[in-house]
């Protein structure tokens, strides 16, 4: 894209690598956003089957502009600040949560040389931006001045350190297998397994990171059954409570978002991300964009089927999982797959 700004344009570098990073930036995010909005509708029908229900099924076609018709009365509410809250950090913290949902995005490979910024840290990125995502919401929950936010952004704090921990343990048994914090090398890395298969999670040592990191993702995205944060039963609607308007909007599209961010990071590191299943020529044929596509929608589908069927746990069997079971495992997951890969690699 710069070259094509620079060279057949005529451009200066310099404006060409400014309009093409803008063009990439737009070429992610409208199209996130809209897809934001469709698996918002696709996550309701997937609850309302598994109940025997209909769903949406009266705004447009099968209902498929609900999505956007919830957006424009949100969009037409009016925003309320409580007169008790610390109006300025009240309205930073859902720009912050929807802000840091957007810019992981920027180092996902959709396919071979398809990335905004192909950096050789990329992994070490994802997991200092996703990180922020933690500041909004205990943002909202201090700011609001409030009980129940207040206690669902504590919750929130220490759920999502607590999970981040085990997943930071996970990945460096991905990142010593694949050689490289580098998403694209990660990728090329899990291709050809046994000769005929691509992605780590068919490897029998790396597939158990697989179940952990799915696990954590559910757990990070608070998403049943580790919905603690926003137990209606206990905290009304947690740290959104005192949020309308788009300031709520912001928060539901940066939480999903999040969601979807989880499926791809699932399907890249341990699923062989843009690539194929197997390492058939003929599978190459299909963009890599495609399978990608395809891997996230499953992986959405499990979020979902899991949120229409298990309960949502208690909040010390929440914490004894990742603390006691989790944080263990995946330390001692590390020793092994090091221990392996000397063993293969170096000899005894």
Request: net charge neutral.
């Amino acid at each position: 894209m710069t070259d094509f700004f620079n060279h057949t344009v005529g451009l200066p570098y310099g404006w060409a690598w400014f309009l093409a990073t803008i063009v990439g930036i737009l070429a992610i995010a409208l199209p996130l956003m809209l897809s934001v909005a469709m698996i918002i509708y696709a996550d309701r029908k997937i609850w309302a089957a598994m109940a025997l229900r209909r769903g949406p099924n009266v705004v447009g076609p099968f209902g498929l502009l609900q999505s956007f018709a919830d957006g424009l009365k949100v969009f037409l509410q009016e925003t309320i600040v409580p007169s008790a809250a610390n109006r300025g950090l009240f309205l930073l913290a859902p720009i912050i949560t929807f802000t840091v949902a957007l810019i992981v995005w920027a180092v996902v490979p959709f396919q071979p040389g398809v990335v905004l910024a192909n950096i050789n840290v990329g992994l070490l990125y994802v997991l200092a931006a996703s990180s922020l995502g933690v500041y909004g919401i205990i943002l909202a929950g201090w700011s609001s001045n409030s009980k129940y936010p207040f206690f669902s952004a504590i919750r929130a704090a220490a759920q999502m350190v607590s999970y981040e921990v085990a997943i930071g343990f996970v990945l460096i048994s991905v990142v010593m297998w694949a050689g490289s914090f580098n998403l694209t090398t990660i990728v090329e890395a899990q291709k050809g397994l046994y000769g005929f298969i691509n992605g780590f999670g068919f490897n029998p040592l790396l597939f158990p990171m697989s179940v952990v990191f799915l696990i954590s993702s559910l757990a990070e995205t608070q998403r049943a059954p580790f919905d603690l944060t926003e137990a209606e039963s206990e905290l009304v609607a947690g740290y959104q409570t005192e949020y309308s308007s788009m300031a709520f909007a912001l928060y539901w599209l940066g939480e999903y978002a999040n969601v979807l961010l989880m499926c791809t990071l699932n399907a890249t590191l341990f699923w062989g991300g843009y690539l194929p299943p197997f390492d058939w020529a003929p599978l190459y044929m299909v963009p890599g964009i495609i399978w990608l596509f395809a891997k996230i929608l499953f992986f959405f589908f499990v979020f979902s089927w899991i949120k229409a069927t298990v309960p949502r746990y208690r909040y010390d069997q929440l914490m004894r999982l990742g603390w006691k079971v989790f944080l263990p495992l995946s330390l001692f997951w590390v020793f092994l797959v090091s221990g392996v890969l000397m063993f293969m690699r170096v000899g005894v």
